[in-house]
């Protein structure tokens, strides 16, 4: 069994993927689709394999405060660890502004782990 995000089913809404804009494709290059996970498994002779939702989590957070709570930190997770120091920058600057100043930006994630 292997338990994790599929970033090309397009399902999943996620801060870092919003902010951090390059993090989504470069995850496609790093992990293959559930589907190429089936086939590949299939291939090798596994039986029996399937694609199913393990978990589905959703919470919203204002960056101000994942941002106290280290959730912002490079070392959060490895797709801001992979960031170049400029990718990084620009979107942790774009999580904090907002056109309206009496909007706080919420953090979202609506995530599926398969």
């Given at each position: 069994m292997t338990v994790g995000l599929d970033p090309h089913a397009g399902?999943?809404?996620?801060?870092?993927?919003?902010?951090f804009p390059e993090t989504l494709e470069l995850d496609k290059e790093c992990y293959l689709s559930s589907g190429e996970i089936i086939k590949e498994m299939s291939q090798r002779g596994f039986v029996?394999?399937?694609a199913s939702e393990a978990q589905h989590v959703k919470a919203t957070m204002p960056a101000?405060?994942?941002g106290a709570e280290g959730l912002l930190d490079r070392s959060f997770t490895s797709q801001l660890a992979i960031l170049s120091k400029e990718?990084?920058?620009?979107?942790?600057?774009y999580t904090f502004h907002s056109r309206n100043?009496?909007?706080?930006?919420?953090?979202?994630?609506?995530?599926?782990?398969?």
């Open positions: 399902l999943d809404k996620w801060w870092v993927y919003d902010y029996r394999c399937e101000p405060l994942a990718e990084y920058e620009s979107g942790l600057g100043f009496d909007e706080v930006r919420r953090l979202a994630r609506n995530r599926r782990f398969w």
